[in-house]
């Protein structure tokens, strides 16, 4: 099976997640990148008038996998806006999908997070990974905007998210 690993990383924790993701199942490592910087003002932006960055690499270059495996933030309980390219090229071009994140979760849980993912690609995900980093800081049982932001995620807690992470994606019938 051939495995993209795409990702979109504002504090390069989910950047993390996914080298560690590809390195393990042996998968291309697709870094998104944006045309011009994001700042906390752009992205409060984007999200607030559903803003879509120009992004680079096109997302047609995806087309060559049975499995596209999405690492980005969750912003203001929305999917980060750079995969917004990616999610409208999947609703024209049905792909196997899923949606692995490392997000702040000061705010709480990310309830609509799996009807978005369906609404913007057209198609159920095969596999959700919504982790918060607010349940990875140990010290501070009640952290702050502030703490979960600049959390940097470890080698060890990359390897047990993608250890879940491909553990799930064992029990796919696509997979293998």
Request: hydrophobic residues 40%.
């Amino acid at each position: 099976m051939d495995i993209a690993i795409v990702s979109y990383s504002y504090t390069g924790n989910n950047d993390v997640l996914a080298e560690c993701v590809a390195r393990d199942l042996s998968a291309k490592h697709i870094k998104i990148t944006v045309q011009k910087p994001m700042t906390m003002g752009t992205i409060i932006v984007d999200m607030v008038f559903a803003r879509t960055p120009k992004v680079h690499p096109d997302p047609d270059s995806l087309r060559q996998y049975d499995l596209i495996l999405f690492c980005a933030p969750v912003w203001m309980g929305h999917v980060a806006s750079p995969l917004r390219t990616y999610f409208r090229y999947l609703k024209s071009n049905p792909q196997s999908y899923g949606f692995l994140s490392i997000s702040g979760g000061a705010d709480g849980e990310n309830p609509k997070l799996y009807r978005e993912l369906l609404k913007r690609t057209g198609a159920k995900p095969v596999i959700v990974l919504d982790q918060h980093i607010k349940d990875l800081i140990s010290l501070n049982s009640n952290p702050t905007r502030k703490d979960t932001s600049a959390y940097k995620i470890s080698e060890m807690e990359a390897k047990r998210l993608s250890a879940a992470a491909i553990k799930e994606i064992n029990k796919l019938s696509i997979h293998g």
